[in-house]
């Protein structure tokens, strides 16, 4: 049966400070720079699960992150990558991390004060993606360190979450539906018919089916309207 949650059976963090020191299994994972450049931290995700029986599925994956420790002073986008070599959380460090994509496969803003969940939605979700992992940084060029709950806290409740989701190959996304504006509406001629006007006595002749007024009549000179209705209007209105 397909899972409904999955979580990390490796994690660890690695720290450019300390090149060549494993932080696997620890309680907290970190990402961004925290004292300056080369100080930056990313973390490590590693699921055991193998998608091969899904044949004719396809996938989408939700990554959920519990913050621990949060140092941002505005905001920061936190990328997710694709690991393609291989780790283990006992041995990794900086200077033998696995190479990743080139191109993050999910991202989310973090803003100053959030000690939340953060949901990431995963796109080009494959098996490697799971037998090799995830990995968390961030590009940022100021000292924010982050901190998200790792496998190794006493409270599996806040440890991250990889939550799958499959679907049929031919079951596609539904498109955005765009609304576009009403077109322009063209009154037929037989409604409105405008007269020429003279110097004096402009007319202007309209024709409804609702008994509304018959006609309108403007008088230039003494700024005055004058309607005719069977529906009790008004028999004269004077405009100042």
Same mark, same amino acid.
């Given at each position: ?58 996938? @989408?994956?939700?990554? @959920? ?35 990743? +994509? ?27 993606? *799971? ?7 961030? +590009? ?5 360190? *982050? ?51 003279? +110097? ?6 309209? @024709? ?29 209105? @004077?405009?100042?």
């Amino acid at each position: 049966m397909f899972p409904n949650i999955l979580h990390p059976n490796e994690d660890a963090y690695i720290s450019q400070y300390y090149a060549n020191s494993n932080f696997g299994g620890v309680p907290y994972l970190y990402t961004n720079r925290y004292q300056g450049s080369g100080d930056e931290y990313q973390s490590l995700l590693k699921f055991n699960w193998i998608f091969d029986h899904y044949d004719g599925h396809r996938f @989408r994956s939700q990554l @959920r992150l519990k913050i621990y420790r949060n140092e941002i002073p505005s905001s920061a986008t936190l990328l997710v990558y694709r690991i393609i070599g291989n780790w283990n959380e006992s041995t990794v460090t900086w200077n033998n991390r696995p190479a990743i +994509d080139t191109v993050p496969i999910g991202s989310a803003v973090i803003y100053a004060g959030y000690f939340g969940w953060v949901d990431i939605n995963l796109t080009g979700f494959a098996d490697h993606v *799971l037998n090799n992992g995830l990995l968390l940084k961030c +590009d940022e060029t100021f000292n924010s360190l *982050l901190g998200f709950y790792g496998r190794g806290f006493s409270d599996s409740s806040y440890w991250p979450q990889l939550i799958p989701v499959v679907a049929p190959a031919s079951d596609v996304e539904k498109p955005v539906v765009r609304v576009q504006p009403a077109p322009s509406v063209v009154l037929p001629s037989d409604l409105v018919r405008v007269l020429p006007s003279d +110097d004096c006595d402009e007319r202007r002749f309209f @024709r409804y089916d609702n008994n509304f007024p018959t006609s309108c009549r403007f008088d230039d000179c003494e700024e005055r309207r004058v309607f005719r209705s069977a529906n009790n209007f008004p028999v004269r209105r @004077r405009f100042f």
